[in-house]
């Protein structure tokens, strides 16, 4: 089993009509940097198999580990950041990878 800790830098997203989705993320060693880019899908399996994601806040420096999630409202298989009172960390507000 997996047991990899990646750190996700930047994202990529989706728009639909009412919301967005994140679609591809970068990963890397630095906020805004990254040293390669993997789906979404990726990012689950590796999940599954034992991984860990996370995210950093810019401003306090608190890690958020990533998980699986699925959309309520449009069902679409993807990832968010687990609940803490930092939203600066989360995978919707972090930068968008360039």
């Not at 990963?27 to 390669?36: F, N, P, T």
């Not at 959309?71 to 989360?90: E, F, Y």
């Amino acid at each position: 089993m997996a047991t990899n800790v990646h750190f996700i830098t930047c994202v990529n997203r989706s728009s639909t009509l009412f919301h967005q989705h994140v679609t591809r993320v970068g990963l890397g060693d630095a906020l805004g940097y990254y040293r390669e880019r993997i789906s979404v899908e990726a990012v689950r399996t590796a999940i599954r198999e034992g991984d860990r994601f996370y995210t950093v806040s810019p401003t306090t420096g608190k890690a958020a580990l990533v998980e699986i999630y699925d959309c309520p409202s449009c069902k679409t298989p993807t990832i968010r950041s687990a609940s803490d009172w930092v939203t600066d960390n989360n995978v919707d507000n972090i930068s968008i990878c360039t």
